[in-house]
């Protein structure tokens, strides 16, 4: 016997939260041993009472690594007639554009998930004084030290969890903010992922980065800590939270015409600004700002190496003449799944 973890997304908003809840099934070999189960969706702002009943879907498992003999399986919110999605269903409008010339385009993706933890025995940033501010940002990045990073031991956790899940992660850090911290899930550019069939193509990589996201949030919640990924935890002259989103296609891949097809791009997206800006997440106006390496919610700016810039071009892309670009607009609390299916829109046009 294995208990099996049904995790998915609610429908409340403006951001939907995870939800979740265990049975416990006969040993998995694959997913298609992993049976439908129906859940109340009166109770996660789903549904009427007066006809409540939704189903799960699986679409993916993983070992779960925080539990004995555990698996977690992603599933996709269906009505009662278990083929067509719920409203709430956006890794179906995802699924639906890549079969509708997204998967044409090759693409592969890499999301940089910011976040803060919040110490709830009293309610402030970890790291931060009971009352008043710490020292100003400048020393916390990439930081070392217990004035300059809280909570290292839930990042590392974090960390070796995923590995252990045999998600797609490929790197962890501090963030400008004390108490904030990154991780970052998607294309590694590891040898070993093709042969184990992990390619970070949008819907794995948006998966991956779900699942990331849950396993961040039960480790926080071992040590009474909770994690805020609204785009300005704190208002001020503090650095925001962000997903920023780093994607290619096979022909900004090119080497010979790499880079000018990535300028196209950047004109696509210029164009789709305001679109893309409305299905950022909620609340992402009070981060983009033009201050704290960010643009203005309202202007389009691409460059090389430019933090300041929505689209950034790595320096080391512009060298090589190919390779990805940057989104650096999605909130912390986008749903990779909406900013993937946003982009792959504009790239079809």
């Known amino acids: 016997m294995v208990l099996a973890e049904y995790v998915w997304l609610d429908g409340c908003k403006p951001t939907q939260k995870l939800r979740s809840k265990i049975k416990v099934i006969e040993n998995v070999q694959n997913l298609i041993d992993i049976h439908p189960w129906g859940f109340d969706g009166s109770s996660t702002e789903q549904s009427e009472g007066s006809d409540s009943d939704l189903v799960l879907i699986p679409v993916r498992y993983i070992k779960n690594p925080l539990e004995h003999n555990s698996i977690i399986v992603l599933c996709e919110v269906m009505k009662s007639n ?18 509708k010339g997204g998967n044409e385009l090759d693409s592969l993706w890499g999301f940089e998930q910011e976040y803060v933890l919040i110490d709830n025995n009293t309610n402030r940033i970890c790291g931060w004084p009971k009352k008043g501010y710490p020292e100003s940002q400048g020393q916390y990045y990439c930081g070392n030290g217990v004035e300059n990073v809280a909570q290292r031991e839930i990042s590392i956790e974090h960390l070796y969890s995923c590995l252990d899940a045999n998600l797609l992660i490929y790197g962890t850090n501090a963030e400008v903010m004390l108490g904030q911290w990154e991780f970052q899930v998607g294309h590694r550019n590891i040898s070993s992922d093709s042969r184990n069939n992990l390619k970070a ?21 071992n040590h009474n800590v909770s994690v ?25 891949r090119n080497k010979k015409n790499g880079l000018n097809n990535i300028r196209k791009i950047c004109v696509k997206l210029k164009k789709s600004h305001t679109e893309h800006m409305s299905q950022y997440g909620a609340g992402n106006d009070d981060r983009l700002t033009g201050l704290h390496e960010t643009c203005k919610y309202t202007e389009f700016k691409s460059g090389v190496n430019n933090r300041g810039a929505s689209i950034r071009i790595p320096n080391h892309v512009a060298l090589a003449g190919y390779g990805y670009l940057e989104d650096r607009r999605p909130a912390a609390n986008a749903d990779p799944y909406i900013v993937a299916t946003r982009i792959l829109k504009t790239l079809l046009k």
């Not at 278990?82 to 079969?99: G, K, Q, W």
């Open 82 to 99: 278990m083929t067509t999605p719920h409203s709430s269903n956006f890794r179906a409008s995802l699924r639906d554009v890549i079969n």
């Open 228 to 252: 805020d990924f609204s785009p300005k935890p704190i208002l001020g002259n503090w650095n925001g939270s962000g997903m920023h989103t780093n994607f290619s296609t096979s022909l900004t």
């Open 201 to 221: 193509d949008p819907l794995m990589a948006s998966d991956h980065l779900w699942l990331a996201r849950l396993l961040l949030t039960r480790i926080a919640e």
